[in-house]
Structure formats: structure tokens, C-alpha cells
């Protein structure tokens, strides 16, 4: 079957701006432009021209296996699931190991803060080193009112 203008096959000029890509089994290449020849290249510039031209192979969609199979083994990853009504593979550990009541050591194995407010401290030591420039950007016509109450909070919780 011919086509009406008499064209067959050979290169498609994309239309400007190039179409989206579909999701999934709809996806395209969007980058469907010839490559072509510096008109006054010096002495090899044409070649590193035509390398960056080619650039890199286009991913595949996400989630679907290239030929090299780099996709994720989702059937090795659910077998190693434990189930709900399975027994358990820790038998010497209570269930409430961990929380604050029940048999089992208690929240302080986690390595917590005891109080919020030695986690409060621990937060603003730890930006300390920002302060000043989160001070300075505080003081800004464009800040926020949520940043400057951080800002000030951070600064009370170092006194």
C-alpha cells in the first residue's frame, strides 16, 4: 500500500517540539533527530561531536527487565517473607522486646533519647554549625514565618 505524497519509509522528522512518551508498553524514543556533520569542524572536533551526538543507550522503562535481565528478583525477595501465622525465628526474644512495658528490655536498647527535650538539644547541636547562615537567611525579607519560628526555636534550645 502506497502512501498519498508518494513517501516510503527513510528518516521521519519528529514534530517540534518532539511528542511526550507514553507510560510503560506506550513508551518511544522522543529523540528522533539525525545526526549531522559540523560544517567548519577543525581537525577531529567532527568525530568528538558525532561521539557526544550518540551519547548514551536510552534506559528501558522502569520495573521491566532489560535483555541483560537487570531487573529485580521479586519472586526470591517474597519467599524470604516471613508470614504472619509462621512461627517465630527468634524463640528466646518476647514479642514486646524493645517497647516500654511487657517482658524483654525496655526503649532504652534503641538508644534514644530518654526525654524530648535531650532530643531537641541533640538537633540544635547538630546544626550548630549552620547557625549563622540559617540566622542570616532568618533576617531575610523572603523568609518565611515557619523558618524564622525554626530558626528561633534552634537558637532556645542552645541556651
Do not use: C, K
Not at 16 to 23: C, E, K, R, V
Not at 59 to 84: K, N
Not at 143 to 149: C, E, I
Amino acid at each position: 500500500m502506497t502512501q498519498g505524497n508518494g513517501q516510503h519509509g527513510g528518516y521521519r522528522q519528529p514534530t517540534n517540539p518532539a511528542q511526550t512518551s507514553g507510560p510503560g508498553r506506550f513508551a518511544r524514543r522522543t529523540d528522533g533527530q539525525p545526526q549531522v556533520d559540523l560544517p567548519n569542524a577543525g581537525y577531529g572536533e567532527n568525530a568528538a561531536y558525532q561521539s557526544i551526538q550518540a551519547g548514551a543507550p536510552v534506559a528501558g522503562a522502569p520495573g521491566i527487565p532489560d535483555a541483560a535481565g537487570g531487573a529485580p528478583d521479586v519472586a526470591g525477595m517474597l519467599q524470604s517473607l516471613v508470614g504472619l501465622n509462621a512461627p517465630t525465628t527468634q524463640p528466646g526474644v518476647p514479642v514486646t522486646d524493645g517497647a516500654a512495658l511487657g517482658p524483654g528490655a525496655g526503649a532504652e536498647v534503641l538508644g534514644l533519647p530518654s526525654n524530648p527535650a535531650e532530643l531537641d538539644l541533640a538537633d540544635a547541636e547538630s546544626l550548630r554549625p549552620m547557625l549563622e547562615a540559617m540566622v542570616a537567611a532568618a533576617s531575610s525579607p523572603n523568609a518565611t514565618p515557619s523558618y524564622r519560628n525554626l530558626v528561633r526555636t534552634v537558637l532556645q534550645n542552645l541556651r
